[in-house]
């Protein structure tokens, strides 16, 4: 038996808190998406508008960092519990793409 657990989300960056990193040394980032779309479920059309937490780690952190508050983007991950034996569930993302290469911001 195979089991899957991959999502693709797209949305717009929310939230970001600081740029930290743990006691190994491992670049961490959470951050809120925020999504708006259509789905038809069961042949209707269903508007969906949320918020999720989503987690960025290692080197995906600092490049996240750079993103600008509002930047559309597209990520892609896993979900998981926040903490162990939590039931809320945080997107750990694995890759993700800028809708628009101008929302990443670099310092001059």
Known sequence: MTTANRVEL????????ALRY????????????GHASEALEAGLPRQLDFEIAVRF?????ARADRLALGAPVV????LAPRRKQS??????VTDFAS????DIQTST
């Open 10 to 17: 797209s949305g717009v960056l929310i939230e970001r808190e």
């Open 22 to 33: 743990t006691p190994a040394g491992i670049a961490m980032l959470n951050a809120r998406l």
């Open 57 to 61: 780690a290692g080197s995906i952190a």
């Open 75 to 78: 990520l892609s991950g896993f």
């Open 87 to 92: 039931k809320s569930l945080v997107l750990h």
């Open 99 to 102: 809708a628009n290469r101008t």
